[in-house]
């Protein structure tokens, strides 16, 4: 088993700053690349931002500009740091990882879930 752990949602203020981490643990290898999606009330779960080991990166275009992910491969954790916050990024936002066990067996593993609000 591959779990993942976020942090630091919560309730902010139009145009403030939150600052997600998400770190995986368990019997892991190697991990291919770890995002973000984030699910509004009633809307799909849709991608935010995604980082691979080598460090590629993708955004949405709607956060793009605003949001930087990063990554810390040693501790298999992601980041992603949100300024400049709308009332339309308000959602609960996912962990999300892509890799190898030790077992050599892939996985994809989500994490339970920050809700992030925006709103004055």
């Known amino acids: 088993q591959v779990q993942l752990v976020e942090s630091g949602g919560g309730l902010v203020q139009p145009g403030g700053s939150l600052r997600l981490s998400c770190a995986a643990s368990?019997?892991?290898?190697?991990?291919?690349?770890m995002g973000w999606y984030r699910q509004a009330p009633g809307k799909q779960r849709e991608l935010v931002a995604s980082i691979t080991s080598g460090g590629t990166t993708n955004y949405a275009d709607s956060v793009k500009g605003r949001f930087t992910i990063s990554s810390d491969n040693a501790k298999n954790t992601v980041y992603l740091q949100m300024n400049s916050l709308k009332p339309a990024d308000t959602a609960v936002y996912y962990c999300?990882?892509?890799?190898?066990?030790?077992?050599?067996?892939?996985?994809?593993?989500w994490g339970q879930g920050t809700q992030v609000t925006v709103s004055s």
């Open positions: 999300n990882a892509g890799g190898l066990r030790h077992n050599q067996l892939n996985f994809n593993s």
């Open positions: 368990g019997r892991i290898f190697s991990i291919y690349a």
